[in-house]
């Protein structure tokens, strides 16, 4: 009789969960979920399992199954592990809310053409990887070792370190002692964001270290965006007139960055990337800048200066 109780008050919970869950909160809080799942709900990656239409009862208890532990998987046991209850329906209201994988594949059907393919993470075979070099003699960490424990990295920064979603940094040719110490921030709280929080949990020093040489010696893409003229004087000039310091000062003429001072570089990284990250200092959610250099400057930029130098970033090559 007990455990029919129970099982009575755990259903009426989930359906209590269903029935306050915000779709629309959903959506917002989806971002870390494409990356291997899909904007829409249709994973571009046999890997990962198409979302969209699914019960959402059924959603809410595989999310709470990640966090428990009772289902166990490598990379959704820390996306699940900082999501509130809340966050769980909300998510399973907006996926659940989505055309499925057929539905959406039927509406578009008429018109594809069949010649495309779905974007997806590129597999190890299809990028280039480097994984010989004297790394020893730079870094702290094993490249060798790094690339075995970048798997869970590959989804949100691609297997190369060279991202294919927006919302996420690209790691590729970036200075090793720069990810090291934006890993141990994630760690410690000075750098805060619910996915890498769960990510870096279980990282040592070493795994750090390892993860940190093996994506510093990956090749940058170039940026393949358009410039900005508001943007470029921005970047080379600054504007005395606000106090802002012109970005070449620290990252370069190219957006290479300074290695031995910390200062990273910015060539690849998407717009989206790059507004979140300065608006975040502007407005000090993020603060783990050394001497408080970002917020200084950033706290000076308005909306539309975000705008116009993010854009101008991504055109450096």
Do not use: W
Not at 111 to 133: K, L, M, Q, R, Y
Not at 280 to 290: I, K, M, P, Q, V
Request: proline letters at 4%; a neutral charge.
């Amino acid at each position: 009789m007990k455990k029919i109780i129970f099982s009575l008050f755990v259903a009426l919970s989930s359906v209590s969960a269903v029935q306050a869950a915000d779709a629309n909160a959903g959506k917002e809080k989806a971002g870390a979920c494409s990356a291997c799942h899909g904007p829409t709900g249709v994973s571009g990656s046999p890997m990962f399992p198409n979302i969209a239409g699914q019960n959402d009862a059924y959603l809410i208890k595989q999310l709470k199954d990640f966090k428990s532990g009772a289902r166990t998987d490598a990379m959704m046991a820390p996306m699940a592990a900082n999501l509130s209850d809340e966050d769980m329906a909300d998510l399973a209201a907006h996926f659940s809310g989505l055309p499925s994988a057929n539905e959406q594949a039927a509406s578009s059907g008429a018109d594809a053409s069949t010649d495309a393919a779905p974007a997806s993470a590129p597999a190890a075979g299809n990028v280039e990887i480097v994984t010989s070099t004297p790394a020893a003699a730079l870094y702290a960490g094993n490249v060798a070792a790094g690339q075995n424990k970048s798997a869970a990295c590959a989804a949100c920064h691609g297997a190369d370190g060279n991202s294919l979603v927006p919302t996420y940094p690209s790691l590729a040719g970036q200075s090793a002692n720069y990810i090291a110490k934006q890993l141990a921030d994630f760690k410690s709280g000075n750098r805060k964001d619910p996915v890498m929080a769960g990510m870096v949990a279980g990282l040592s020093q070493e795994d750090m270290n390892d993860l940190a040489a093996y994506f510093a010696v990956q090749n940058t893409q170039a940026g393949t965006g358009e410039s900005n003229a508001a943007g470029h004087k921005l970047y080379l000039g600054g504007d005395a007139a606000k106090g802002i310091t012109a970005c070449i000062a620290c990252h370069g003429v190219n957006g290479k960055g300074m290695k031995q001072a910390g200062f990273p570089g910015l060539t690849g990284q998407s717009k989206d990337y790059l507004k979140k990250q300065l608006a975040s200092f502007r407005d000090g959610s993020r603060g783990n800048d050394n001497s408080a250099i970002m917020r200084n400057i950033s706290i000076k930029l308005s909306d539309a200066d975000i705008e116009a130098v993010s854009q101008y970033i991504t055109s450096l090559k």
